[in-house]
């Protein structure tokens, strides 16, 4: 059974960092998109990052690019989102999710597996 587990959300100053974690188990998931989307109240989620597995390609959000870094971690077998400069607009659940193909990365109906979901609040 596929189970995706996120980590590191929490409360940060606008202009700090988080680090969030995506824990994949369940299959082997190399060469599938795994991609981070988050979701503001009132809001549709989002496309954040995505990186293939095993491939080191990634895609970002206009809005994140620059300031966001997804990464593999090989050694804790994770996906990474590393979140510097935040702003009060990054408030969100922040969500993982897997696709086996990666075309139509922005869009969540195409994935396949999601995570319960990371809350990340930035304050002004």
């Known amino acids: 059974q596929v189970q995706l587990d996120e980590s590191g959300g929490g409360l940060v100053q606008a202009g700090g960092s988080l680090r969030l974690s995506c824990a994949a188990s369940?299959?082997?998931?190399?060469?599938?998109?795994m991609g981070w989307f988050r979701q503001a109240p009132g809001k549709e989620r989002e496309f954040v990052a995505a990186i293939i597995r095993g491939g080191g390609i990634t895609y970002y959000a206009d809005s994140v690019k620059g300031r966001f870094t997804i990464s593999e971690d090989n050694a804790k077998s994770t996906i990474d989102l590393q979140m510097n400069s935040l702003k009060p607009e990054d408030t969100a659940d922040y969500y993982c999710?897997?696709?086996?193909?990666?075309?139509?990365?922005?869009?969540?109906?195409?994935?396949?597996?999601w995570g319960q979901g990371t809350q990340v609040t930035v304050s002004s």
């Open positions: 999710a897997v696709k086996i193909r990666p075309t139509s990365y922005v869009l969540p109906r195409s994935y396949h597996y």
């Open positions: 369940g299959r082997n998931f190399s060469g599938y998109l």
